[in-house]
């Protein structure tokens, strides 16, 4: 890969620790290419999001077995699994035998319902590959990052952010990149939690199924044309034209899931409810644009002004259980 040249300064058996911020897509990535590299069959566009981050510290020691802690817990399950096929995957590009340390802590509120696993790979990236003794720019732990989970390539970066489909079959040139910092448009992302159960679909095994939906193939065709205007809005700092086509991205990728076989809704009374309550409040003036991602959460993007009516609006909404919101936020970087 890319940028994967051992970092001689840093030897293995240093601990790094590294933390990332979740991030939410405005164009979103639905369907792959490459399964196995988490090649996207589109590009993506995405908010960095301030507030909710993952932590991971990495260290390559001479131990007998990788030791994985998730949030205090050293239980086998799926997750961890994921998180040391990460390592190894890491450990071979790195070319190096040890064994690893890993230990994650999530700052995002539990339950709410926002997928923390792009934030976790990214932090991921950063510290296992730099406790490897390795020293990657941004855009190669971009692409590393995306080996654990495919929206992890975004929160390498803060603000807004592109993550580029590539042609490559081996997906060097499926990166993301910055396109304004945080600093760069001040905006806020509301988010209603309308349920704290962990969703039944993953967004993997949802993406999978979309494949079986006649209107897949009209979403791959489409994507070019969203991302040119999504792109448009942000040099432009246009907050309509940019929350009209991430409401129509969103709303595209539920319903191809809607004609998908099995049918697949992610969404909840409440979430549908939370969207009707945020296109009225549009009506009287105040300018909310909706996104929900593979579960039922509603996401608002709005000028900061607006977000404590909006936030307000939808705390009244039966079944909401919490509204948190959220500045944008950083890339993801080393931490003591
Ligand atoms: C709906 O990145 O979680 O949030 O690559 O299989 O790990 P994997 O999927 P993941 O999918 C995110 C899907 C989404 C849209 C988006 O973030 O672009």
């Known amino acids: 890969m890319k940028g994967l040249e051992p970092d001689r300064s ?6 790094t620790t590294a933390r990332a911020n979740v991030n939410v897509a405005l164009i979103k990535y639905w369907g792959k290419r490459d399964t196995a590299l988490n090649l996207p069959s589109t590009g993506s566009i995405s908010l960095t999001l301030d507030g909710l981050w993952v932590k991971a510290s990495c260290a390559f020691g001479d131990g007998s077995v990788d030791e994985c802690l998730i949030d205090g817990s050293g239980e086998a399950g799926d997750d961890a699994t994921r998180v040391l096929r990460f390592v190894d995957l890491i450990r071979n590009e790195a070319g190096i035998a040890a064994r690893a340390r890993v230990n994650t ?8 319902g926002l997928a923390s ?27 590393l990052a995306r080996r654990g989970s495919g929206s992890a390539a975004r929160s390498i970066f803060g603000g807004f952010v592109e993550w580029h489909r590539g042609e490559r079959p081996d997906g060097r040139d499926s990166i993301a990149e910055p396109i304004l910092p945080p600093a760069g448009w001040d905006v ?44 448009r809005a942000i040099a432009a700092r246009d907050l309509e ?13 539920h319903a191809i899931g809607l004609a998908a076989r099995p049918p697949l809704v992610y969404w909840l009374g409440a979430t549908v409810e939370c969207i009707h309550r945020v296109w009225a409040l549009r009506e009287e003036g105040t300018r909310g644009y909706v996104t929900i991602d593979a ?4 996401k608002v993007l709005c000028e900061p002004a607006d977000a404590p009516t909006i936030a307000g609006a939808l705390r009244d909404v039966a079944g909401v259980e919490r509204v948190l919101t959220c500045a944008p936020g950083r890339g993801a970087e080393v931490r003591g």
């Open 10 to 15: 840093t030897m293995p058996g240093a601990d």
């Open 105 to 112: 802590t999530s700052g995002v509120p539990k339950g709410i």
């Open 117 to 143: 696993s792009a934030a976790a790979f990214a932090s991921l990236a950063v510290a296992v590959s730099r406790a490897a003794g390795m020293r990657l720019e941004p855009p190669a732990l971009s692409a």
């Open 188 to 231: 806020r992302m509301v988010v209603a939690v309308t349920s704290s159960a962990r969703k039944a679909i993953s967004s993997s095994e949802g993406m999978q199924r979309a494949a079986s939906s006649p209107l897949y193939p009209p979403w791959v065709e489409s994507a070019e044309r969203d991302l040119a205007e999504a792109r």
């Open 241 to 253: 034209a940019l929350g009209l086509v991430a409401e129509h991205s969103a709303l595209k990728m």
């Open 295 to 298: 579960g039922p959460q509603v």
